[in-house]
């Protein structure tokens, strides 16, 4: 995909715009201190981040005033991938940077947190006020005999005290790690039986969809089931008594108690993540305090060109990596935006509501909102104030080009479009915002700056203009320290390094364009692949389901026996849709004339739903491995599916093939 240099972008920011980004500032301050390029904007940038990757993130550092309580020998020590070290030798802790906004007297009242709820009532928590509650509860937790490096575990919502709780943790050097409510116990207990935590935070409840969800029984099992633990901490969403031996929340934050911040090596870990783990207990990743600390300042404070002066809202819930993303707008001064609810209550238009209440002046969604607004019908520029919205975020899946041209023409029309990419795994993005440079169509507007970003063919020749492995030949800060459970560092190698020995390769196609932008066209491991042609199936989702009846689709390509091979199209029809002739003929007819006639599949199936994982992502290997015949206990870990009885028509279906 080579890219017409006379191609009208759909943005471009204007030279006031591009003036006062903190990117252009902090590459004139780099230019003038560190080395960097003065001229070539972004592009020079960045080839100066990767080729200078050391220096880079010494100006990084810098430039954000990290308080190193211990200075760094050297910022890059071993290189290679996996087992890079960074900022060698020095100390530093997340929760400290994280609340340096509050020592500001001119801040201390401002708020930090606003929660918003599905009544739409906003509850703001001022700097001061996080920062006592964080002191008070950090110093119970360290009466509790918590030390650096115990696992404090979260069953939360997306609320302040979920906030509290994990930078109280961070403060005291633990390691932080959570799952939403709305996962049951098995999905939870395969998470947090790995790490074995000795606190558990937990609510009696949680509101979603107007209706109450009591968590009562589920917090009794995760007791039962999690040995290690010393404490369980309730927190009464519902308004119910604690239950016996739990200690309650209010008494915990009460003390008026100056945080005691406990300075941990730059690797330190500071919290475990989960990946989607649709087969085997999901992977259990860990990331440092010190790298989360530099990479979510560059990818925020650069990336995202978050300051004080701005309201971070980003739709997510605690299961998410992008809920960590969106606390740690906090280390840039941001006001973050909880919301805790249903993104389609009262209606579909409940996150435009969020951002004109709350003036949020970037609103991060997931390319799957924004599709569903637009099958609504929903015009959220003539219907709500957004006009402190400065830019429109979207991560999860890629944003088709019909994602685009609707924010453009029902947002605004100057509005920056930033579709993002990144993982779990390194908790950032790999490309995305840059607010300096236009926005295209479909596209992704750069490589990250530190990130040294690559599309490669099987062979790991680099490819422009085609499609490939998305790889990283460089290490990143974020990158995970180890795996919990993984002690001879097995399986974190196989999941990123069994392909390309010492580079990074994170399963996506990618390709990269001739003008350094980047589109995504979903993951390699579940790659199409027709009479030699490699295929997205992201490609295949956006074309069909632009059609009103298609609520949603799955596609898979599968290797016969007798070497042919079978791609069906799976689709969830619209309400009142029906599967006729004349619409798997629309469905056929739209993908060859918008892709092409090796795209069309072999048969338009109908399903009862697409299952997706805990996080939301269509889930496409265990579906396939299911139709290749495996059983469904071996094809997926139930605990990872958010309608297991989904799989069960898939499964049924291999039967009657066979």
């Known amino acids: 995909m080579t890219s017409a240099a006379d191609e009208a972008p759909l943005w471009q920011p204007g030279p006031d715009r591009v003036a006062a980004a903190a990117v252009t500032r902090f590459q004139s301050w780099a230019a003038e201190h560190h080395g960097a390029p003065a001229e070539g904007g972004y592009a020079s940038l960045h080839r100066w981040s990767v080729d200078e990757l050391a220096t880079f993130w010494k100006a990084v550092a810098e430039w954000f005033d990290v308080r190193f309580s211990t200075p760094y020998e050297e910022v890059v020590g071993d290189r290679s991938m996996p087992g890079a070290t960074w900022f060698t030798g020095a100390t530093l802790n997340y929760a400290e940077h994280a609340l340096r906004a509050s020592e500001d007297p001119l801040r201390a009242d401002a708020p930090a947190l606003i929660h918003v709820d599905e009544t739409h009532t906003q509850v703001p928590t001022s700097w001061s006020e996080l920062r006592r509650q964080v002191g008070s509860l950090a110093a119970e937790l360290r009466a509790l005999g918590v030390t650096p490096g115990d696992r404090v575990s979260g069953y939360l919502p997306n609320i302040p005290q979920a906030v509290v709780a994990f930078l109280a943790t961070a403060a005291v050097g633990g390691v932080w790690t959570s799952c939403a409510p709305d996962f049951g116990a098995r999905s939870v207990l395969d998470r947090f039986q790995q790490v074995e935590p000795v606190v558990l935070f937990t609510v009696d409840g949680y509101r979603y969809g107007g209706k109450e969800h009591h968590r009562a029984d589920t917090v009794a099992e995760l007791r039962r089931e999690l040995p290690t633990l010393r404490a369980v901490v309730h927190i009464p969403l519902l308004g119910t008594e604690a239950p016996e031996g739990a200690l309650d929340w209010a008494a915990l934050v009460a003390a008026d108690t100056e945080p005691a911040f406990e300075q941990v090596a730059f690797d330190h870990p500071l919290w475990v993540l989960y990946s989607s783990g649709t087969t085997g207990l999901p992977k259990a990743i860990v990331q440092s305090q010190g790298g989360i600390v530099v990479e979510h300042l560059k990818q925020l404070g650069l990336h995202c060109d978050l300051g004080p002066e701005d309201r ?182 196989d999941s990123y390094f069994d392909v390309y020995p010492g580079v ?35 490609d295949i989702y956006e074309a069909v389901e632009r059609l009103p009846e298609i609520r949603e689709s799955l596609v898979i390509g599968l290797e016969e026996p007798n070497g042919g091979y079978w791609m069906p199209l799976f689709v969830h029809l619209a309400e009142g849709a029906t599967l006729d002739d004349a619409l798997r003929d629309s469905i056929k007819r739209t993908i060859r004339e918008n892709l092409s006639p090796r795209h069309v599949p072999d048969e338009v199936i109908e399903v009862p739903g697409i299952p997706h994982t805990l996080t939301g992502k269509r889930i496409e290997v265990p579906v396939k491995r299911l139709l290749q015949g495996t059983a ?27």
Request: charged fraction near 20%; aromatic fraction near 10%.
């Open 312 to 493: 971070f809202f980003w739709y997510t819930s605690t299961g998410w990596m992008m809920w960590n993303f969106l606390v740690s707008g906090l280390l840039t001064g941001a006001t973050v935006v909880l919301y805790d609810g249903s993104p389609g209550y009262p209606d579909v238009s409940a996150q435009w509501r969020v951002a004109e209440q709350t003036g949020a002046t970037l609103h991060g969604t997931s390319a799957a909102y924004v599709m569903a607004c637009r099958k609504a019908g929903v015009h959220p520029g003539r219907d709500f104030d957004l006009s402190r919205v400065q830019c429109v975020a979207t991560t999860g899946s890629p944003l088709p080009p019909d994602g685009f041209r609707w924010l453009h023409d029902e947002v605004a029309d100057d509005l920056w479009i930033a579709s993002v990419s990144g993982g779990t795994d390194v908790c950032t993005c790999f490309a995305g915002a840059v607010p300096t440079l236009p926005v295209h169509i479909g596209e992704l507007q750069a490589a990250s700056l530190g990130v040294d970003l690559h599309s490669w063919d099987p062979a790991g020749e680099p490819l422009t203009g085609e499609v490939g492995e998305l790889v990283v030949t460089q290490p990143m800060p974020s990158m995970p320290v180890r795996f919990w459970n993984d002690p001879d560092g097995s399986r974190y190698h």
């Open 632 to 658: 469904l206990e071996k094809a997926v870990n139930p605990g990872s599916i958010d309608n297991l009885e989904l799989l069960h028509f898939y499964e049924k279906l291999a039967r009657e093939r066979r």
């Open 504 to 538: 990074w390769r994170h399963g996506d196609w990618i390709t990269l364009t001739d003008r350094g932008s980047v589109v995504i066209h979903g993951r390699s491991d579940s790659t199409l692949n027709r009479q030699g042609v490699r295929m997205g199936s992201a």
